[in-house]
């Protein structure tokens, strides 16, 4: 993995430049993990319905780019 020490570098870099780190390790990580959510409980609770399927979601974004 390179990211992560040159996420390193970029936030030591930061302390010395006094800007934000275009990189951070938090965000490394952030991007490499898989973030699943679930609409169980706003089906449940609030009697939201989807007005369009995941699958049609997807098709319609890679369509429309």
């Known amino acids: 993995w ?3 020490p040159l996420a390193f570098i970029c936030e ?5 430049t ?3 780190p275009l990189l951070t390790r938090f965000l490394v990580e952030e ?3 898989d ?3 679930s609409i169980e409980k706003a089906k449940t609770h609030l009697a939201f319905h ?3 399927s995941v699958e049609i979601g997807l098709k319609s ?3 429309n780019g």
């Open 18 to 20: 006094n800007k934000k």
């Open 50 to 52: 989807p007005k369009h």
């Open 61 to 63: 974004l890679s369509q």
């Open 12 to 16: 030591k870099i930061s302390l010395l």
């Open 35 to 37: 973030h699943w959510f």
């Open 2 to 4: 390179i990211a992560i």
């Open 31 to 33: 991007m490499a993990t």
